[in-house]
T-cell receptor, first 114, second 113 residues
Framework: EAQVTQNPRYLITVTGKKLTVTCSQN?????MSWYRQDPGLGLRQIYY???????DKGDVPEGYKVSRKEKRNFPLILESPSPNQTSLYFC?????????????FGPGTRLLVL | AQSVSQHNHHVILSEAASLELGCNYS??????LFWYVQYPGQHLQLLLK??????LVKGIKGFEAEFIKSKFSFNLRKPSVQWSDTAEYFC???????????FGTGTQLKVEL
């Protein structure tokens, strides 16, 4: 089954404790992206990747890092989480047409930073 | 930078009522436009998209949207909503040559029986 998976689905952590949210897709998609969803603000793009070893900032990259060493994986790293990073995070992937293609979204990761 | 406005944040309709959700964007060049939907507890999924050609686009589940270039709008419509259409709807814009989507803030639709 074609899908985008994220782990963990729920995470409670404390300020400053490094964490990684994994994202994996099994559709051989080249384009992958991370978004955060906050009430009243919709989805905002954090980072995106056009292909392996090619990443770029979205609209809200501060406080986040990403890497794309393999085509299927696109982890989101919070080196020193802060309470304002409490949010619902979505990973997405799409075909070689990049964001022109249909984006397939993961189930989301709900993060609470205390 | 482009921006996307969805002025209706919450909409409540009765079943069989007609729906129109507004979406306006701010960019004067070539755009690609999308509507995504997020049903309760589910992933976001694509409803429809516009790239070029016929400005009236038909999507899944009876939804359609009309691109009006002069008004910078891409409103979503459905002639008769069902209870199962209760969801959050997001408009998104990709500008020419861009690699990132800009989403609107979303419209929460509740359909009452």
């Amino acid at each position: 089954e074609a899908q985008v998976t994220q782990n963990p689905r729920y995470l409670i952590t404390v300020t400053g404790k490094k964490l990684t949210v994994t994202c994996s897709q099994n559709m051989n998609h080249e384009y992958m992206s991370w978004y955060r969803q906050d009430p009243g603000l919709g989805l905002r793009q954090i980072y995106y990747s056009m292909n392996v070893e090619v990443t770029d900032k979205g609209d809200v990259p501060e406080g986040y890092k990403v890497s794309r060493k393999e085509k299927r994986n696109f982890p989101l790293i919070l080196e020193s989480p802060s309470p304002n990073q409490t949010s619902l995070y979505f990973c997405a992937s799409s075909s070689a047409r990049g964001p022109l293609g249909t984006q397939y979204f993961g189930p989301g990761t709900r993060l609470l930073v205390l | 930078a482009q921006s996307v406005s969805q002025h209706n944040h919450h909409v409540i309709l009765s079943e069989a009522a007609s729906l129109e959700l507004g979406c306006n964007y701010s960019y004067g060049g070539t755009v690609n436009l999308f509507w995504y939907v997020q049903y309760p507890g589910q992933h976001l999924q694509l409803l429809l998209k516009y790239f070029s050609g016929d400005p009236l686009v038909k999507g899944i589940k009876g939804f359609e949207a009309e691109f009006i270039k002069s008004k910078f709008s891409f409103n979503l419509r459905k002639p008769s909503v069902q209870w199962s259409d209760t969801a959050e709807y997001f408009c998104a814009v990709l500008t020419g040559g861009g690699n990132k989507l800009t989403f609107g803030t979303g419209t929460q639709l509740k359909v009452e029986l």
